[in-house]
Nanobody, 124 residues
Framework: QVQLVESGGGLVQAGGSLRLSCVAS????????MGWFRQAPGKEREFVVA????????YSVDSVKGRFTIFRDNAKNTVHLQMNSLNPEDTAVYYC?????????????????WGQGTQVTVSS
């Protein structure tokens, strides 16, 4: 299975930006659709945004539309999450995940590989 490692989390003020990165190894990166999930304290892990294998289609939840952008570089085995206009409600541990399904999936169970998570904290 592909291994994933996230980076780029940190502390940012409301309205600020962060760019998360996820590096994949041990698999053929271009065969996976990639997603970002997040989990806040006391809450279930939730889908945020995903991108298909070729990087030609993305889907995100309404709460991050216009603020978060997912993009991938298959030549570098990386996927990124550019987060702008952050608010305290975005505070969570963010996970990248890989799925072998052709279509974008919103279900955590469709993703077979997960990163260790990176903390994003947005202060008010």
């Amino acid at each position: 299975q592909v291994q994933l490692v996230e980076s780029g989390g940190g502390l940012v003020q409301a309205g600020g930006s962060l760019r998360l990165s996820c590096v994949a190894s041990g698999g053929t990166f271009s065969r996976y659709s990639m997603g970002w999930f997040r989990q806040a304290p006391g809450k279930e892990r939730e889908f945020v945004v995903a991108i298909n294998q070729r990087g030609t289609y993305t889907y995100s939840v309404d709460s991050v539309k216009g603020r978060f952008t997912i993009f991938r570089d298959n030549a570098k085995n990386t996927v990124h999450l550019q987060m702008n206009s952050l608010n305290p409600e975005d505070t969570a541990v963010y996970y990248c995940a890989a799925s072998l399904t052709v279509t974008i999936q919103l279900r955590p169970g469709a993703y077979t590989s997960w990163g260790q998570g990176t903390q994003v904290t947005v202060s008010s």
